[in-house]
């Protein structure tokens, strides 16, 4: 059973800094690619930033400068780095990592969320 689970939320002040964790576990092969998407009230989820197996990343024009998305493929963890973090970008935030087996079946799986808030 594959378990998708993010942490490193929190209410943080304009101007400060978070460091959000996607942590994968079970019997899988490997992770093809991730991607970090966050949530706002009343808004379409949006792609943050996404990462592949050789490690080529885009993000979107909101966060570009500011986030820095990585992994570590031996410990099946995605990292997001949010510096100079802004009030528009409270949110929840949704890591979706796309997973081979063994078999060479791939299926995209979402964690449960974890929430940012940007706040004075």
């Known amino acids: 059973q594959v378990q998708v689970v993010e942490s490193g939320g929190g209410l943080v002040q304009p101007g400060g800094s978070l460091r959000l964790t996607c942590a994968v576990s079970g019997s899988i092969f490997s992770i093809v690619a991730t991607g970090w998407y966050r949530q706002a009230p009343g808004k379409q989820r949006e792609l943050v930033a996404r990462i592949t197996t050789d490690n080529s990343t885009n993000y979107a024009d909101s966060v570009k400068g500011r986030f820095t998305i990585s992994r570590d493929n031996a410990k099946n963890m995605v990292f997001l780095q949010m510096n100079s973090l802004k009030p528009e970008d409270t949110a929840v935030y949704y890591c979706?990592?796309?997973?081979?087996?063994?078999?060479?079946?791939?299926?995209?799986?979402w964690g449960q969320g974890t929430q940012v808030s940007v706040s004075s």
């Open positions: 979706n990592p796309i997973i081979r087996f063994t078999s060479g079946s791939t299926f995209s799986y």
